[in-house]
């Protein structure tokens, strides 16, 4: 409606949808006779216009204040939100059908951003034309967001049902204690157990045995006085006035022939499509497991398996993705080979146990350095260090001082071997062809399992702030003795940890082989020398001898002359491949061969070495790693992981987090942010995404990023008044980036554990990659059978994950400096 005819707003709505009524021209005229001819016209073009059938789709998704759903109108499917909805509904019984009013109503909700904001800006230009003079506390102030809620979906809780729940209202006879009788009606059930609603409110106990008769199936099932059965209670709910009673039945072995329950499988299976499945269990399952499918390959800490060795632990598997390969090669020789036994050592272990009791994680400062062409680490923990404070200091400064500086944050997590299991929530009705899906753990992986007590967690903490600020710190006259006896002797046998990737499916298109030759790789008319670490007949990864400003998507050409030696039949000089990935050191290369015009020689050569040494050449342990130890290991780790990750999805052309996904919810920020929460299921992101610049500055990083471009990192420093109950008032929030230096850094900590709690916060984003739909396929087509229109949903859902930002409480480390530079 244009400004013109606003005036005539009242005279609109009491003709919208009556035009084509017989005696709409006659009580038009009458209503608008005296208005000037051409107003007159421009009023019914405008009814007409409203009337007039409309074929567009509304999609609110991003446009709106609430959460939109699929809404379906003749055979349209539109999104729209509960009040958008109602709107619409409205709307149409008003129009008689889908026209341009309908539209138009729909799309000016009053939780419309559009329309927010135009109100706001209306706000705005009437307060700016009120008295100048007016004091400050007594303007009009627009309400800010305290609350950004989010749901929390939790990895490894996949609760799978025995038997298939139909949701079908049945009146039944209720007993308890033989003398207690209520008429009820079942919200759902199945062969063995039901649900049932019960207006009184008396307690019942859980396991308390009770009986029911099920008089709502008289007429198609024949009661016998042996017909009132026997159940347990197994849960309740209550729900506003009302008990929700959850039943199992307990079957009597005096009844061979249980013909009741032969009536119940009959009864279900013919009707579970007319009253549909109850599939809470499943769609829970599949949206958890989606989360989990993005969450897990993106990771940026690094699990390390210890296994037990009669009385000692050792480091024996570690999960490894591209976000944390950079940290699982850092802990390598020049040779590659592992020095995980550096860092967790059975002294560490052992206080990790103790911190664990309460929470509480492990604090270790190394370096590595070169000699003669051999990696040297060194390391040092916060409980070592603190024995001398003196000595303490220097070492910070001396390791800051180093270029392979890190600081490395270490927690433990026990091992629970159920977890490993991992079920499709089918409720059983997966043929043979499929038994496999929920095939129970081998014997072997089990035996595995129960030598592998513990997980450590490795995390770096390591930002360009708190290396800075040990910097500044002097480690001038340091003891070399004591500096030395931080160093780790090398062994003088191969120390060996089990690389197992982290995915869903291996989605490398053949198969890879570990061999080193000598490699001259010819970057910008410069040569540098490497050597291969393994190659397939597409690609090759190489290390180089000395760090190099390669970046992916660059061409180098690489010539093997040792291999040039053993072979007359192909030119291996000069061949072109593209990087395709460096690692964080950048001595580490993953190329792919580089195709123009013409065959590349080193396909057909390594073809060549494959085809004529299969037998004696070595898979990459990577890839043929047991596939079900894998799928084990990764389980337990989603289930035990106490990191939370936001899950940034699409919403219309917006992006919104309105998740957190994670295996433990129970750390302190968690705990926060139910505390800060106004609903009693959710948790409010306010002290991550009240920030102003924040959402803002994760949507335009994550627009940019590509999937395996490395994380974007951004560190929030928050104040928590526990004295305060609004939101807003109680919490404060600075990027790092605010705080620009140490100065206001340690004055920030100091005024809010003065005044409450003090977090630190590392949110590193990353772009998520396509999802496995095999992976998902078992659950969604179980849910889409019975319920299609929730399956399409559930699956626009899984597309529409864009990002992954995880949230890494950094406030140990914070406060560890904070201390030390207060000499406390």
Request: aromatic share 10%.
């Amino acid at each position: 409606m244009n400004k013109h005819l606003s005036k005539y707003k009242k005279i609109i709505d009491e003709f919208s949808g009556q035009v084509l009524n017989s005696d709409f021209e006659t009580r038009f005229y009458a209503v608008s006779k005296n208005f000037p001819q051409s107003e007159r016209f421009l009023l019914k073009m405008e009814l007409k216009r409203l009337a007039a059938p409309c074929t567009r789709l509304i999609d609110l998704r991003g446009h709106v204040d609430g959460e939109c759903k699929v809404f379906e109108h003749q055979d349209r499917i539109h999104f729209l939100d509960d009040v958008a909805s109602l709107v619409f509904t409205e709307a149409l019984r008003h129009y008689g059908s889908y026209s341009l009013g309908v539209y138009e109503a729909t799309m000016n909700t009053e939780n419309n951003f559009r329309v927010i904001y135009q109100k706001e800006k209306a706000q705005v230009s009437k307060d700016a034309t009120e008295d100048s003079t007016k004091a400050p506390e007594d303007s009009i102030k627009i309400s800010e967001k305290s609350q950004y809620p989010a749901k929390f979906y939790n990895f490894g809780l996949y609760y799978n049902r025995i038997e298939e729940r139909m949701n079908c209202a049945i009146s039944i006879q209720v007993t308890i204690d033989k003398d207690r009788k209520f008429k009820c009606t079942t919200a759902d059930l199945s062969v063995s157990g039901c649900k049932f609603k019960m207006n009184d409110l008396r307690p019942i106990d859980i396991g308390q045995q009770i009986t029911l008769r099920f008089s709502g199936l008289e007429d198609q099932f024949q009661l016998m006085p042996e017909s009132d059965f026997t159940y347990k209670v197994k849960n309740l709910t209550l729900l506003d006035n009302m008990q929700l009673v959850g039943v199992e039945r307990i079957h009597q072995e005096k009844f061979a022939s249980d013909s009741f329950k032969k009536y119940m499988i009959s009864f279900i299976q013919e009707n579970k499509r007319r009253y549909k499945i109850n599939l809470d269990n499943t769609i829970s399952a599949l949206q958890t497991r989606s989360f989990e499918q993005y969450v897990l390959p993106e990771s940026n800490e690094l699990p390390v398996f210890i296994e037990k060795n009669k009385t000692t632990f050792t480091a024996k598997y570690a999960l490894t993705c591209h976000n944390n390969q950079g940290l699982y090669q850092y802990w390598q020789d020049e040779q590659h080979n592992s020095m995980l036994f550096c860092l967790i050592t059975p002294e560490r272990i052992a206080q990790l146990k103790k911190l664990a009791l309460s929470g509480q994680s492990l604090l270790v400062f190394s370096f590595i350095h070169q000699s003669q062409g051999k990696s040297y680490f060194y390391t040092g923990d916060e409980h070592q260090l603190g024995d001398d404070p003196e000595f303490m200091r220097q070492f910070l400064a001396f390791a800051a001082s180093k270029e392979n500086f890190l600081i490395t944050q270490l927690a433990l997590l026990d091992v629970v071997p159920s977890r490993a299991q991992s079920n499709f929530t089918l409720s059983n009705t997966s043929n043979q062809k499929n038994a496999y899906l929920n095939a129970p753990i081998s014997d072997e992986i089990q035996t595995l399992l129960a030598k592998t007590p513990y997980i450590v967690v490795v995390n770096d903490v390591t930002q360009n702030e708190n290396t800075q600020a040990y910097q500044s710190w002097s480690y001038q006259g340091i003891n070399s003795v004591k500096l030395k006896k931080f160093g780790h002797k090398r062994l003088s046998e191969k120390f060996s940890v089990n690389n197992i990737g982290i995915n869903y499916r291996n989605k490398r298109q053949e198969l890879r082989f570990t061999y080193k030759t000598p490699v001259h790789v010819e970057i910008d008319d410069v040569i540098s020398p490497g050597a291969s670490l393994d190659f397939s007949t597409s690609g090759l990864k190489i290390a180089l001898d000395k760090t190099s400003a390669l970046v992916k998507g660059d061409m180098v050409y690489l010539s093997f002359p040792k291999l040039q030696k053993i072979t007359s039949a192909f030119d291996l000089t000069d061949l072109p491949y593209e990087v395709v990935r460096v690692n964080s050191a950048k001595n580490i290369i993953n190329l792919r061969i580089f195709v123009q015009q013409h065959q590349h020689i080193g396909r057909k050569f390594f073809k060549a070495l494959i085809d004529k040494n299969s037998d004696k050449l070595t898979s990459d342990e990577y890839d043929t790693f047991s596939p079900d130890l894998a799928r084990a290991l990764r389980n337990i780790y989603s289930a035990s992981s106490t990191i939370p990750a936001l899950v940034m999805q699409t919403s219309g052309s917006r992006y919104k987090s309105e998740v957190i996904a994670g295996g433990d919810c129970r750390s302190n920020l968690m705990s926060v942010m139910q505390q800060l929460s106004d609903g009693d299921s959710s948790y409010n992101l306010y002290p991550i995404l009240a920030h102003a610049g924040m959402m803002t500055s994760l949507t335009a990083k994550l627009k940019k990023m590509q999937h395996m471009d490395k994380p974007s990192c951004r560190v929030l420093y928050i104040a928590l008044n526990t004295s305060v109950e609004i939101v807003d008032e109680a919490v404060t929030i600075k990027l790092s980036s605010e705080l620009n230096s140490e100065e206001l850094k340690q004055s920030f900590i100091y005024h809010a554990l003065k005044k409450g709690q003090f977090f630190c916060l590392m949110i590193k984003l990353s772009r998520v990659g396509e999802p496995d739909m095999s992976y998902l396929h078992p659950e969604l087509s179980y849910i889409s059978a019975y319920a299609i229109h929730r399956g399409k949903q559930i699956e626009q859902n899984i597309w529409s994950v864009a990002g992954i930002a995880q949230i890494f409480d950094t406030t140990q480390e914070e406060l560890f400096r904070y201390r030390l530079a207060h000499n406390f």
